[in-house]
């Protein structure tokens, strides 16, 4: 069997009106750097929504696909279309054998939606998902504690190298954008 393609974090935080969302660029496949710069964010709804992915890159490009057909059915509300696509992917046949999750924001939420049909309001303002995700998550809520004067993007970029610096499944090689 070959090994699948995998293994990033992606980090989301909304902070004083602004939300950003950003991964490192590192796929992994078994024990070996497959590719580092993957872009693992996409820009959706004409630079109104956010989305981010980990794990298998095709099932993720697959849900992104699915995620904005559901913001276009649903006018760009964001939580209605993460709400149909996570009951979508754990009913749906094909969807159901998926592996990814997803953290999707816009300025007013932040959601991460997996295929076990949990979409979740995070905590602080703050979404974390992949392999590095408890050290980007733990970075962040202490960056957003002792450190609000730091943009939305800033803490981002500083979990996310934090998350780096300790996880082999996470390089340094960032995209970070922010509404």
Same mark, same amino acid.
């Given at each position: @069997?070959? +090994?699948?393609?995998?293994? =990033? /974090?992606?980090? #989301?935080?909304?902070?004083?009106?602004?939300?950003?969302?950003?991964?490192?660029?590192?796929? =992994?496949? &078994?024990?070996?750097?497959?590719?580092?710069?993957?872009? $693992?964010?996409?820009?959706?709804?004409? &630079?109104?929504?956010?989305?981010?992915?980990?794990?298998? /890159?095709?099932?993720?490009? /697959?849900?992104?696909?699915?995620? !904005?057909?559901?913001?276009?059915?649903? &006018?760009?509300?964001?939580?209605?279309?993460?709400?149909? %696509?996570?009951?979508?992917?754990?009913?749906?046949?094909?969807?159901? $054998?998926?592996?990814?999750? %997803?953290?999707?924001?816009? $300025?007013?939420?932040?959601?991460?939606?997996?295929?076990? #049909?949990?979409?979740? !309001? +995070?905590?602080?303002?703050?979404?974390?998902?992949?392999? &590095?995700? @408890?050290?980007?998550?733990?970075?962040?809520?202490?960056? $957003?504690?002792?450190? +609000?004067?730091?943009?939305?993007?800033?803490?981002?970029? !500083?979990?996310?190298?934090?998350?780096?610096?300790?996880?082999?499944?996470?390089?340094?090689?960032?995209?970070?954008?922010?509404?």
């Amino acid at each position: @069997m070959q +090994p699948k393609i995998h293994a =990033t /974090t992606v980090v #989301g935080i909304r902070h004083n009106g602004h939300v950003s969302l950003g991964a490192d660029g590192q796929a =992994t496949m &078994g024990n070996t750097v497959a590719k580092s710069n993957v872009r $693992k964010i996409r820009v959706l709804m004409g &630079g109104k929504v956010l989305a981010g992915f980990a794990g298998s /890159t095709a099932d993720a490009f /697959t849900l992104i696909e699915r995620f !904005e057909e559901k913001l276009n059915a649903y &006018g760009g509300n964001l939580k209605r279309a993460a709400i149909e %696509l996570a009951k979508d992917w754990r009913t749906d046949r094909y969807l159901r $054998k998926l592996e990814a999750m %997803l953290i999707v924001a816009s $300025k007013e939420d932040l959601l991460i939606v997996s295929g076990t #049909g949990d979409v979740l !309001e +995070p905590d602080h303002d703050i979404a974390a998902i992949g392999s &590095g995700s @408890m050290f980007a998550q733990s970075a962040a809520v202490a960056l $957003k504690k002792h450190a +609000p004067s730091l943009s939305a993007e800033e803490m981002v970029r !500083e979990s996310l190298h934090i998350a780096a610096d300790v996880c082999i499944y996470t390089n340094h090689n960032l995209v970070v954008e922010t509404l």
